[in-house]
């Protein structure tokens, strides 16, 4: 199952700390900061509950798909545009999806833009066919792996929190009537 920001606003997630925290220490190096992990590793949850924690909702943006170069240039500018009118800080998310075309080309041109900071997650697979390069972009790399002990813990939190239905039974149901 794919995280969504919904799942964030209804606290669904598990906050990793840790992980929140190499994104805030990222951004304070770089205006680039790139998720990288296996598929289902929580990349796009840690995302959007960085996003929640740390970026006013009118100073985030969210980019879909980059279908090619072109559009990737079109984005760009665009974004360029509005940062020069309004010159407020803001944040992009750019999720990247398997096989999308011009992501790398759109991170460049933003990472050029002065008020503005990229945050991206990719598929391992994606990545390593990415053709980016720090001499082009200066960019902090996240590796996302969580090791047995990390995942056994986000595992025991999830298996403790109640359901919807969970723990009702027809007695309940009855007392609450």
Known sequence: MSAHYE???????????????????GFAKESVVIIHGAFGQG????????LHMETPSSWRLQIKLIENRRKALQIAATLSAHDQAVGAPIVIYIDVRPHDQGW????EELARIPQIRVLVTVREEDWRRATISRADVGFEDISLSLDRAEAQAIYDQLSRRETPGQGVDHRTAQSVE
Not at 43 to 50: E, G, H, P
Not at 104 to 107: H, I, M
């Open 7 to 25: 799942h964030i606003l209804a606290n669904c997630d598990i906050p990793c700390h840790r992980w929140l925290k190499n994104i805030s220490t």
């Open 43 to 50: 990349k796009s949850a840690l995302a959007y509950r960085w």
């Open 104 to 107: 790398t080309l759109l991170v």
